[in-house]
């Protein structure tokens, strides 16, 4: 049932099918992506009384962006447990509390903030299972936002997914709308590993049709949002809605988009991409971090080494400018990836000059 939503939403969303969708999901409940996450945590707290949150303003403020709202009436101050301003302090109670049969759920105000504890999440919780043998499991979520957010300058607007993704240990989530945030949220807080779990602070109003029923999406494994036959354009995250955007325009000039939603960036989900390049011969990867180490750039060494004989077009990457983040919206534009860079790039690997 879950990926028949999937398939006809973006049906609607990019054919305006609308005529001749299902009424079940016609009618099908529209919530925010904080909401989804929200029913994530709360669903699985219930079920399980080891699970517990912990982070800045989590408890009495209802979170930082109301994710958490109403998570201290039901589960009480023992399971939604507000922090002291201390990342490595609680990140490192986190880890210990996992190591011990507990299933910590740790809200970081925003990634940004997580480099202050990496020395947990990258030295202890990502190498605890494998230095100890396999004795100890690190079962434990670390969750918020990442990259940019608007006019919040260079040290509050860092995509750091290729960083974590980099680590043996960790798996990586960074979904882009609220279906897929709530599925794979149940999965990584079920997971017997550390995630990282990558939101925005731009998609928590995001609005989108959610089951009411219960689903999960397994880690690991990419979605083909919109099939298409000409060009494979790969993107995750926020920045995935700018990849759709361009998608709409392309088709207006009949270049068949095949759009594909990483999920998760640690596995990566390399035989989706590889399959879809060996339809449409031309790929394209779109991310918000900074182009060195980057996702995009694993991705074309995986698809040149497996796929090379297919395509008919260098693979080209869109990432953020080489640069901090500026300040100023009009630099901000400039620095980030936006519909027409990627227009301009399919024009380019389709051989379509103006």
């Keep these: 049932m879950t990926n028949i939503v999937i398939v006809f939403n973006m049906q609607y969303y990019f054919n305006n099918f ?9 009618f099908m409940r529209v919530i925010e992506f904080r909401e989804a996450l929200r029913e994530a945590m709360s669903e699985e707290m219930r079920h399980n009384e080891k699970i517990f949150l912990m982070g800045e303003e989590v408890a009495e403020y209802n979170g930082a962006y109301k994710v958490s709202k109403g998570m201290l009436a039901e589960f009480g101050a023992k399971r939604v447990i507000d922090t002291p301003i201390a990342e490595l302090g ?10 011990n049969g ?23 919780a990502a190498k605890i299972y494998s230095m100890s043998g396999g004795q100890y499991n690190c079962p ?3 969750r918020g ?5 608007g006019m919040l300058s260079s040290q509050h607007s860092q ?54 029923e219960e689903y999960i999406i397994p880690l690991g494994v990419a979605d083909i949002k919109k099939e298409g036959s000409d060009v494979t354009i790969v993107s995750f995250g926020k920045i995935f809605k700018v990849a759709a955007a361009a998608a709409i325009e392309l088709q ?27 339809k449409t011969n031309r790929l394209i990867i779109v991310e918000e971090a900074w182009p060195l180490s980057s996702i995009s750039t694993e991705i074309t060494f995986m698809v040149q080494k497996r796929a090379f004989d297919y395509l008919d ?40 000059h103006k």
């Design 102 to 124: 507990l299933r910590p759920i740790v809200e970081f105000m925003t990634f940004n903030f997580s480099l202050v504890a990496i020395d947990q999440v990258i030295n202890s």
């Design 145 to 149: 936002p990442t990259a940019s957010a």
């Design 159 to 212: 995509a750091f997914e290729s960083w974590y993704a980099n680590c043996p240990g960790l798996k990586v989530v960074v979904p882009s709308n609220p279906y897929d945030a709530k599925g794979l949220l149940k999965s990584a807080i079920r997971d017997n590993d550390p995630v990282i779990f990558m939101e925005s602070e731009q998609m928590y109003g995001d609005k989108a049709e959610v089951p009411e």
């Design 18 to 26: 609308l005529l001749f969708l299902p009424l079940s999901i016609l």
């Design 252 to 278: 207006k000039e009949n270049i068949s988009v095949e759009l594909i939603d990483l999920r998760t960036v640690r596995p990566i989900d390399y035989d989706t991409i590889i399959n879809s390049v060996k």
């Design 313 to 352: 077009a260098p693979i080209t990457r869109i990432t953020s400018a080489d640069t901090p983040l500026p300040y100023a919206p009009t630099l901000i534009e400039a620095s980030l990836p936006n519909a027409s860079k990627i227009v301009n790039a399919v024009k380019e690997v389709m051989y379509i």
């Design 90 to 99: 609680f990140a490192g109670i986190a880890v210990g509390a996992a190591c």
């Design 140 to 142: 434990i979520v670390f």
